[in-house]
């Protein structure tokens, strides 16, 4: 019977994680979906248009200018160079949109107008955290995927023609992957993987300080922009110093280093050495959260 008792006073702590991921996704998908669709659109645009058959789409063009062929050049010219810069823009636009939207959107929720309303809910520090942390890395997975589709997109018929001109020196797929390990000692796959997980690792420990930074500065009274800065500088400074320590076993040989196994251990080390500081930024923005931080 006490055991039981026990048991229903244990909180599943997921419905409210999931409750907090909902609401702060589709807050953001707002702007982010337009953003990336007209971003997708764009590439696309490009891809069909360039660099291969763009002049077909300017035939009528230049069969209306034959009688002067340096307006059709320049016309040509003109659309390339506005569709370029209008990706250019909007890749730029979209990269700086991602990343402020999502400090702003933990800057209301928790340190704002909004975290009077929040701190009222039947959702512990630790969910509001977790929510938010799942749906910016979410965010930053859709805005990595996103980017690497425009890249597919805008060279889309470039691709087939860059295929076609190798021919037959292009090597199968089996060949690469024998090379590949031939070359490094590693399989392809797992140093692809290894990568990943650095890149998600990454993602996680780039939000959790973004989150500490604002939750640390917050408690500053006066000049709380000094007082990020200069938390940002230190910081840095003990994550890039510290690095060398992480890996001196390697570090008397990476200018040297070749053996792929070798890159893979040191990837892992910093994989692990970032997992240390996500959980620091975590465990101090939750005690602050929940001991220090007086809302205005």
């Known amino acids: 019977m006490l055991a039981d008792t ?14 907090v991921f909902k609401y702060e996704f589709i807050s953001t998908a707002r702007i982010f ?49 506005i569709l370029m810069f209008l990706f250019q823009g909007l890749s730029t636009a979209a990269t700086i949109i991602t990343f402020v939207l999502l400090n702003k959107r933990f800057k209301k929720g928790m340190l704002g107008d909004e975290a ?22 979410c965010w930053l ?3 990595s995927l996103v980017g690497s589709l425009c890249g597919l997109l805008a060279s889309s018929r470039a691709i087939p023609l860059a295929i076609s001109a190798i021919g037959d020196d292009l090597p199968s797929l089996s060949e690469i992957l024998i090379f590949f390990h031939d070359e490094t000692g590693i ?6 993987t ?3 997980v650095l890149s998600f690792l990454t993602m996680v ?18 000049a709380r922009v000094l007082v990020k800065l200069v938390s940002i500088v230190v910081i840095m400074v003990f994550y890039i110093r510290f690095i060398p320590v992480v890996l001196y076993p390697y570090f008397h040989e990476i200018i040297e280093i070749v053996d792929g ?3 893979m251990q040191m990837l892992w080390i910093v994989s692990a050495y970032d997992i240390l500081w996500s959980a620091i930024f975590m465990i101090s923005t939750h005690l602050i959260l929940t001991y220090k931080l007086n809302l205005e």
């Not at 026990?6 to 409750?19: D, M, Q």
């Not at 939000?207 to 500065?217: A, H, P, Q, R, S």
């Open 6 to 19: 026990k048991k229903s006073k244990i909180r599943n702590p997921f419905p409210a994680i999931g409750k």
């Open 33 to 81: 979906i337009p953003v990336y669709g007209a971003l997708l659109l764009l590439a696309l645009i490009i891809g069909l248009l360039l660099p291969v058959g763009f002049e077909e789409f300017f035939d009528r063009a230049k069969e209306e200018l034959s009688s002067n062929p340096l307006e059709a050049n320049i016309l040509i010219n003109v659309v390339k160079s």
């Open 116 to 137: 009077y309303l929040n701190m009222t809910l039947p959702v512990t520090v630790g969910e509001h955290l977790w929510g938010r942390l799942l749906s910016a890395i």
């Open 141 to 143: 997975l859709i805005y």
């Open 187 to 192: 399989s392809l796959g797992y140093g692809f």
């Open 194 to 196: 290894t990568l990943l």
């Open 205 to 222: 420990t780039a939000v959790l300080f973004v989150y500490f930074i604002n939750t640390f500065g917050h408690l500053a009274k006066k």
């Open 261 to 263: 196994v070798q890159v």
